[in-house]
């Protein structure tokens, strides 16, 4: 069963700065991307980062320039730079791999969830 596995969330102030790592465990076989949500108390969640296997990156407008999305297709791993913290992003962030099953549907995993929080 694929399970991938957040890291790197706590408690930071505004203008600090954090590194989230996600690992995901188990055999996987054709991941088509690998990157990042983050779902607040009463709201959706929402894309904050994404690549794919070919390094094709997609950011969230709200943190373009800000957080930087980086992956080790070999390991299995995806990294999100996250600098210049606001409060509004304080969320349960969650690391998402896709890929397709063997019929070519896309398939999502999601990790538990990392908290980030960020006040003063």
């Known amino acids: 069963q694929v399970q991938p596995v957040e890291s790197g969330g706590g408690l930071v102030q505004p203008g600090g700065s954090l590194r989230l790592s996600c690992a995901a465990a188990g055999s996987i076989f054709s991941i088509n991307a690998m990157g990042w949500y983050r779902q607040a108390p009463g709201k959706q969640r929402e894309l904050v980062a994404a690549m794919t296997s070919g390094g094709t990156t997609n950011y969230a407008d709200s943190v373009k320039g800000r957080f930087t999305i980086s992956r080790d297709n070999a390991k299995n791993t995806v990294d999100l730079q996250m600098n210049d913290l606001k409060p509004e992003g304080t969320a349960l962030y969650y690391c998402?791999?896709?890929?397709?099953?063997?019929?070519?549907?896309?398939?999502?995993?999601w990790g538990q969830g990392t908290q980030v929080t960020v006040s003063s």
């Open positions: 998402n791999l896709r890929k397709r099953n063997r019929y070519a549907a896309i398939v999502d995993y």
